[in-house]
């Protein structure tokens, strides 16, 4: 397909907000032997973008010029010469890691600790800021029709890395207690509905007190306003002494992190999710030892994790939870508002 196409291309890191992305007109990419051209409908605006944008995963001067924009929903509208499975026309969802398929990790369905990590769409490789995407066609699955494009941005990420954080990493099982630390954010209102549907009792735990009563209507059992009460000591409070048995941790601050391990009960597990540079935080080996608490983390999802989560929003058991769109020129209002803290659940552009 020739001609050109409009995209917002980051040329520097981020000093401050407001008049980094420039609006511009390119060529339309020609896909490869193994890609798929993508029309894009939608595309998530989600923290990881804004930490890229923000140089916080790299500042390799070789990632810039570079179109963000990881959560991606398209049509397909040209295919590449060796590509098998898909026609112009399809649906699509993107899977916005581009991994090997050959190593020991990939061959053992953990192909998001693939050792041959070829990137991050959107960061290493062009993403969905933009009218057109060229992308791997073994990054490529099929949207089914029942999903809207812009609810099924929620799936790229949110939905796909609470999947993995609570089944693979936190083993959620029935009756467990779940604290989500950053509950009222884009990724946290999804796993407050996830860890509902896994049987278990969802602690929120936001800064917000009118952003954790919207969390009511997706399930959480109880709120906790970090800001207003000493976080452990209400979680001992609300179950009797004995503490939550899992913690997804969004925030990732030195503070929430000791909160979080001092929430755990016995055999608790806490997951962290943020990679803040140079947040350390302390825990004793008596509290490892004594109640054998697990700390670990998750890192995005797997292929078949992420079908699992297309699948729980097309069953209606998980909700996409999308408050704000823009168009593509004003996609940096919307970065602006998550950087603020200004955002319950997600935000999407609009094609």
């Known amino acids: 397909m020739k ?15 407001g008049d ?4 511009e007109k390119l060529p339309t990419p020609t896909p490869g032997p193994h890609e798929v051209l993508v029309k894009v409908k939608a595309c998530g605006v989600g923290g990881t973008v804004s930490n890229f944008m923000m140089g916080e995963m790299s500042k390799d001067p070789k990632l810039l010029p570079k179109i963000p924009g990881d959560e991606i929903t398209g049509e397909v509208a ?4 060796q590509v098998q499975g898909f026609e112009v026309g399809d649906r699509a969802i993107v ?14 369905g953990r192909n998001d ?4 990590f070829g990137g991050w769409i959107g960061r290493h490789r062009n993403g969905g800021y933009a009218e057109y995407v060229a992308i791997p066609d073994s990054s490529l699955f099929k949207l089914p029709k029942e999903i809207p494009f812009v609810e099924a941005t929620t799936i790229n990420t949110a939905v796909a890395s609470t999947v993995h954080a609570l089944r693979s990493r936190a083993q959620v099982t029935l009756e467990d207690d779940v604290m989500i630390v950053g509950a009222a954010g884009g990724v946290g209102v999804h796993t407050v509905q996830l860890a509902k549907v896994l049987g278990g009792r969802a602690f929120a735990v936001d ?4 952003k954790l009563s919207r969390l009511k209507e997706y399930g959480a059992d109880f709120l906790i306003n970090a800001k207003s009460v000493d976080v452990p000591e209400q979680v001992k409070k609300l179950t009797a002494g004995k503490g939550v048995d899992v913690v997804v941790d969004f925030v990732g601050s030195s503070k929430s992190l000791v909160d979080s391990v001092n929430s755990l009960g016995r055999g608790g ?8 540079p140079g947040v350390k935080f302390e825990v004793t080996a ?6 054998e608490l697990i700390i670990t983390g998750s890192r995005y999802t797997t292929k078949h994790e992420f079908l699992d989560a297309m699948e729980l929003v097309r069953t209606g058991r998980v909700k996409p939870v999308v408050t704000k769109t823009a168009g593509l020129e004003d996609v940096e209002k919307l970065l602006i508002m998550i950087n603020e803290n200004k955002l319950f659940g997600r935000a999407a552009v609009a094609l």
Do not use: P
């Open 20 to 23: 980094n992305l420039k609006l």
């Open 269 to 276: 597990r806490l997951v962290n999710l943020a990679t803040h």
């Open 286 to 291: 008596g509290q490892l030892v004594m109640n």
């Open 3 to 17: 001609g050109e196409m409009k995209a917002m291309v980051l040329h520097n890191w981020v000093e401050k907000w």
């Open 78 to 81: 040209e295919i590449g010469s």
């Open 95 to 108: 899977y916005l890691f581009v991994t090997c398929g050959k190593c020991k990790f990939c061959l053992t």
């Open 113 to 116: 600790l693939c050792v041959n």
């Open 207 to 210: 800064t917000d007190d009118e």
